[in-house]
């Protein structure tokens, strides 16, 4: 049994004749009907009979038509693949991150990268953790960045890891009256106003109520990370994110938190079926 044996029962039964079926294919339709005898014999049943002029698939072609078609579906997918893996240039790198780890990590990640490896080009979205994945499954990216691995177990073909883990601090204006603190309590901060960040990019927000014990104060909600700080040295508040070298020291200040409030972690994911470069 052959490809092109295969190839010729598909044919032959889509149109349900051999004159017809040997013109498509451009061969003879002695050399036709001898490759479907072959297929026969070697199957030990008829695909086909007989009915007038033309011929009908019997219940045994209708069986393995299944199965012939499925094959040639995955040789063509096949030969996609290759032609792709082909055409693929090694030097670009596409990435998915949510938005919070798009403008706070990736940017140094990136940096660090470059150092040893210039001619490397990158594709840089900003997703849901959800289109992350489901980016990473059907291999439209290389690599994911998210911090929320809670559905990861519905994606089995990824494959994903910590990477780093983000201390939270508090960050106040220049002319705070707490900006020369190295350290301050939650429960020094109930009269203040906070800029809280609206990652609509990502499912699971962390609320300022949840570790704080009391409802503070919002000023705004931006939902572009790197307006946050901007809204901070302006002084239209004081906010909690992650440490990060992005923090403008010149005009914020940044103060650790002595409670516990936990880390923000940072994973990557691929697929572990993709080709990489």
């Known amino acids: 049994m052959n490809l092109q044996?295969?190839?010729y029962f598909k044919v032959i039964a889509e149109t349900k004749n051999f004159t017809i079926a040997s013109n498509i294919l451009a061969v003879t339709q002695p050399a036709l009907s001898k490759a479907i005898s072959k297929l026969?014999?070697?199957l030990d049943v008829n695909l086909f009979e007989r009915e007038g002029r033309n011929i009908k698939i019997t219940k045994y072609g209708e069986v393995f038509l299944k199965y012939a078609e499925s094959a040639l579906n995955d040789i063509e997918k096949g030969k996609e693949k290759l032609n792709d893996m082909k055409g693929c240039n090694d030097n670009i790198i596409s990435i998915?991150?949510?938005s919070c780890i798009g403008a706070t990590f990736i940017p140094f990640l990136i940096s660090n990268f470059?150092?040893?490896?210039?001619?490397i080009k990158f594709n840089i979205n900003n997703e849901t953790t959800e289109d992350i994945l489901k980016d990473l499954k059907n291999k439209k990216v290389d690599f994911g960045f998210f911090t929320?691995?809670?559905?990861?177990?519905d994606y089995p073909?990824?494959?994903s890891i910590l990477v780093k883990r983000e201390e939270y601090v508090l960050i106040v204006p220049k002319n705070h009256r707490l900006a020369n603190r190295e350290e301050v309590s939650l429960k020094e901060l109930k009269d203040e106003y906070f800029i809280a960040y609206n990652d609509k990019s990502s499912d699971k927000r962390i609320s300022y109520s949840?570790?704080?014990?009391?409802?503070?104060k919002i000023s705004a909600e931006p939902t572009e990370a790197s307006v946050l700080s901007g809204l901070v040295a302006a002084?239209?508040?004081?906010?909690?994110?992650?440490?990060?070298?992005?923090?403008?020291?010149?005009?914020?200040?940044?103060?650790?938190?002595?409670?516990?409030?936990?880390?923000?972690?940072?994973y990557i994911g691929w697929n572990r079926d993709s080709y990489m470069t």
Do not use: C, H, R, V
């Not at 470059?114 to 001619?119: A, I, T």
């Open 96 to 98: 998915a991150s949510t």
């Open 210 to 216: 949840d570790f704080m014990g009391y409802t503070p």
């Open 40 to 42: 026969e014999e070697e």
């Open 114 to 119: 470059f150092k040893n490896n210039l001619q």
């Open 235 to 266: 002084g239209a508040g004081i906010a909690i994110i992650i440490n990060t070298p992005m923090i403008n020291t010149n005009k914020i200040s940044t103060i650790k938190i002595k409670e516990d409030i936990g880390y923000k972690s940072i």
């Open 5 to 7: 044996q295969l190839e």
């Open 157 to 159: 073909e990824i494959e």
């Open 148 to 153: 929320n691995i809670e559905d990861i177990d």
